[in-house]
């Protein structure tokens, strides 16, 4: 059967990108739906560890990037923890006025 939402499509699919860090993708799946509700995210690309979501309404000041920044490590700590931007301050940064988020596991 079809995903009636992007965010499902990681369940209905039996996607396994972040088995490292997780193995259960209806976890996956409930934090993008809301994103989606929040920010207007979609799922626009799935890789074998790789996850990019379109972002139409992201944050735009720093402090609600910080609280964004902090679901984004709690999903995909390796973006923080090995990145360019390993301190969640520095993250959070970028994350301002940011229309694709981009998640990978390693």
Do not use: I, K, Q
Not at 23 to 28: K, V
């Amino acid at each position: 059967m079809p995903s009636t939402r992007g965010a499902d499509t990681l369940t209905d699919l039996g996607w396994r990108g972040p088995v490292n860090h997780e193995s259960d993708m209806t976890t996956f799946s409930a934090v993008l739906r809301s994103w989606e509700e929040r920010f207007g995210a979609r799922v626009v690309a799935l890789g074998f560890a790789t996850l990019h979501v379109s972002v139409a309404a992201p944050p735009t000041d720093r402090d609600h990037a910080l609280r964004v920044a902090a679901e984004h490590l709690a999903f995909c700590p390796d973006n923080v923890r090995a990145s360019d931007t390993p301190t969640l301050d520095a993250y959070a940064e970028t994350l301002v006025d940011l229309d694709l988020w981009s998640f990978w596991w390693d």
